[in-house]
T-cell receptor, first 112, second 119 residues
Framework: SQQGEEDPQALSIQEGENATMNCSYK?????LQWYRQNSGRGLVHLIL?????REKHSGRLRVTLDTSKKSSSLLITASRAADTASYFC????????????FGKGTTLSVSS | GAVVSQHPSWVICKSGTSVKIECRSL??????MFWYRQFPKQSLMLMAT?????????EQGVEKDKFLINHASLTLSTLTVTSAHPEDSSFYIC???????????????FGPGTRLTVL
């Protein structure tokens, strides 16, 4: 099963520009996480935001969470060609034994 | 810490054969492991939840007799794709949950994935 949608599905920008990706989900959550995946590779954990947090920063990444709208956004500032990848949000609960559920993802292309 | 490995990283097999994929938590005990499948250009879809010493719980639409899951120890879960067919070709990713206390978030660590190609 999947939680919901990410938009846009695909995003193409130039190096130096900012990239914003959005994620919506359907159920109550304890946390929301963002992952990056380079083509054909495994997942790289980027950042986690808890349901009682509204914004979190990590380097060039900024994540917001609006639990009333059941949505989150990931902002990558000053993008680089190396940021080219697929980005997924995943929602989690604190119930024992429950898995992270992934959104459909956004494919980001950064051209130099 | 919190490293999860998968073996093999890729496998090619003939249609009708069975393939076993191993998922290991290398430096922690995982009472729960999860198996995901990812088709090209798509997201990860949860297939099943595997608890040590008990039967796996499969998501709707996943055939339990086709995708056999065994979680015999706290550090190892295996996924066997039985009688594989070309439509089973996919990227299979496991993850392991390390309980960090009731007040903590759902901490999952992902393996690097196994690419299965069925000819």
């Amino acid at each position: 099963s999947q939680q919901g949608e990410e938009d846009p599905q695909a995003l193409s920008i130039q190096e130096g520009e900012n990239a914003t990706m959005n994620c919506s989900y359907k159920t109550s959550i304890n946390n929301l996480q963002w992952y990056r995946q380079n083509s054909g590779r495994g997942l790289v954990h980027l950042i986690l935001i808890r349901s009682n947090e509204r914004e979190k920063h990590s380097g060039r990444l900024r994540v917001t969470l609006d639990t009333s709208k059941k949505s989150s956004s990931l902002l990558i500032t000053a993008s680089r060609a190396a940021d080219t990848a697929s980005y997924f949000c995943a929602t989690g609960t604190n119930q024992a034994g429950t898995a992270l559920i992934f959104g459909k993802g956004t494919t980001l292309s950064v051209s130099s | 810490g919190a490293v999860v490995s998968q073996h093999p990283s890729w496998v090619i097999c003939k249609s009708g054969t069975s393939v076993k994929i191993e998922c290991r938590s290398l430096d922690f005990q995982a009472t729960t492991m999860f198996w995901y499948r990812q088709f090209p250009k798509q997201s990860l879809m949860l297939m099943a939840t595997s608890n040590e010493g008990s039967k796996a719980t499969y998501e709707q639409g996943v055939e339990k007799d086709k995708f056999l899951i065994n979680h015999a120890s706290l550090t190892l879960s295996t996924l066997t794709v039985t009688s594989a067919h070309p439509e089973d070709s996919s990227f299979y990713i496991c993850s392991a949950r390390r309980s960090a206390g009731a007040s903590s978030y759902n901490e999952q660590f992902f393996g690097p994935g196994t690419r299965l190609t069925v000819l």
